[in-house]
């Protein structure tokens, strides 16, 4: 009886000693954690193009624009800078010019290398040169009124400054009528600068958004 109480105990213990011994350990590696480093990259800005606009206009023979001429009128010139910037064009005034602060002649103004030139002096992207004419069309009477026709044509050049290169050509006309002709011009050289306005901004979007 002991000697089989002896040999329970003897198989119990070595059973014991075989499974601490079968027992196998796990060890979890740790989790690793990259963080991606995140790089900024500043971009280098870009400068706005820029236009400056001579188009000087004539009525009649007669040369009527800024400080080329004794009379000042502005017509043409006014309606494309106004639309330009409408269109989000920066314009410069040519009043920042000290070429024309120092005088000129017309053809000085409506010569594509002397406009260039000027264009130049204040770093100017683009340059639209062009010339604005408005010459009688008759008369007629009217319920006792004395009604003067006169028909304005208009031709402008975009050219990029930096290298003379024309990049587009547009022109306008419009009739119109007043009671006097240079009243009549004046109307005249209005409407067609207003096609002419649209012509040259759908243009310089064409040509700023070019590759």
Do not use: C
């Not at 989790?31 to 400056?52: L, M």
């Not at 547009?170 to 009549?184: L, T, V």
């Amino acid at each position: 009886m002991r000697l089989a109480i002896l040999l329970a105990a003897l198989s119990l213990f070595a059973w014991n000693s075989f499974a601490d011994e079968s027992l196998v350990q796990v060890n979890v590696a740790p989790e690793t954690v990259t963080t991606a480093e995140t790089v900024t990259t500043e971009a280098t800005p870009v400068s706005a193009p820029t236009f400056v606009v001579f188009l000087p206009e004539q009525v009649d023979s007669e040369w009527l624009w800024f400080r080329a001429t004794d009379a000042s009128q502005h017509i043409v010139q006014s309606a494309v800078e106004k639309t330009l910037i409408r269109a989000g064009f920066d314009v410069i005034d040519l009043g920042t010019i000290q070429r024309l602060k120092d005088g000129g002649s017309i053809q000085d103004l409506t010569s594509v290398s002397d406009a260039r030139a000027a264009a130049q002096m204040v770093n100017a992207t683009y340059a639209i040169v062009g010339t604005a004419t408005a010459v009688r069309g008759g008369q007629s009477s009217a319920y006792g009124v004395n009604v003067a026709r006169s028909n304005a044509e208009i031709s402008a050049k975009i050219l990029r400054v930096a290298d003379g290169k024309i990049l587009a050509i547009e022109d306008a006309s419009a009739q119109a009528g007043g009671q006097a002709a240079r009243a009549a011009g004046q109307a005249a050289l209005k409407d067609a600068a207003a096609l002419l306005a649209r012509k040259l901004a759908t243009a310089a979007k064409r040509i700023t958004q070019a590759p």
